[in-house]
């Protein structure tokens, strides 16, 4: 299942991925946290994908467990290759189940 807390459709989201430059600050691919337990639990085979742009006043925030979805968005991350390491290493772990 997935989940887009901000930043418009998946389409949109590859759209601005293909026109702009994600900015240095923060991380691309993560294991969320929760305050609530109840949450945690629901959602504890999730990642967080997220980003903002440079060019633009425009963020995204996606919370998934959908794997297809995961590899799907890799080469829009291998564009913004700064960040592709980082991406390719915890997808990889996600993968395995060793995420934390």
């Known amino acids: 299942m997935t989940e887009i807390l901000y930043g418009g459709s998946i389409e949109h989201i590859k759209e601005m991925l293909e026109k702009y430059?994600?900015?240095d600050f923060g991380s691309l691919l993560l294991k969320p946290t929760f305050q609530s337990k109840e949450v945690?639990?629901?959602y504890k085979d999730y990642v967080t994908i997220c980003g903002?742009?440079?060019e633009l006043s425009n963020a995204f925030?996606?919370?998934t467990n959908d794997k297809n979805l995961i590899e799907e968005l890799k080469p829009y991350f291998v564009r913004q290759d700064k960040?592709?390491?980082h991406y390719d290493k915890k997808l990889?772990?996600?993968v395995k189940g060793e995420l934390k």
Do not use: P, V
């Open 21 to 23: 430059t994600l900015t």
């Open 61 to 63: 925030y996606i919370l």
């Open 40 to 42: 945690a639990k629901r």
């Open 52 to 54: 903002n742009f440079e």
């Open 83 to 85: 960040f592709f390491d």
């Open 92 to 94: 990889k772990k996600y």
